[in-house]
């Protein structure tokens, strides 16, 4: 089954679809040709799809439904009991907060004050201890690598360029010597076409190489 029949089948976006895949929370079967990898999944690959996206309306985490896919029997008690504590938490919180009216409060200092006895037992959310780690950008990684290469093509070409012109006239060979003269030219004309062209190159690469329905 290919990627939009299987958007159509799940309800879900490809990105979604995409992402899980990324995840391998569900591995489809792959083949590569002509430099790219087509996706073919399978009825069990569309279940597995479906039940995904059911936990992660649910509440469980992305660590949760990994580890329930691997063994459940062992694995889903434990990830059940921490969302039922995750959601015990938002009642808890819900209760606290719906008697506290924000009209008592005039800025987000005033209303904190109100807020500060009810919360002053909870701690922080553990995702506000420590900054995680971001996941890299290939698109952008291999369009910014493209555009550094292109733009010192571009530089190699031009400077041979007017090395040769230098040549054939003392005048252009004085103009060479100017970088005043020579360096406009190259950053007002040539420079900006070379970034695009190396920012297209880097996208072409990028989609080339992915995934593809």
Known sequence: ????????????TERAVRFYVQEQLVIPQSQ??????WLDFSPADVDRLRAIAVLRKAGFTLEEIRSMAQDFPQNAPDAAFALRQRLQAAIDAYDRLRFTDTTQADNLEDYAALLEREVACRSLPSTDQFRPAARLNWESILEN??????AILAWRLYARLVNALSGFSDLFFYASMNVLVVIPPFVVLILPIALVLGSKAG??????FEYVP
Not at 145 to 150: D, N, Q, S, T
Not at 203 to 208: E, G, I, P, R, T
């Open 1 to 12: 089954m290919k990627m939009k029949e299987v958007c159509i089948a799940t309800g879900l």
């Open 32 to 37: 590569r040709r002509g430099g790219r990898t």
């Open 145 to 150: 690598l493209c555009m550094i290469l292109a």
């Open 203 to 208: 996208k072409w690469l990028y989609q080339h």
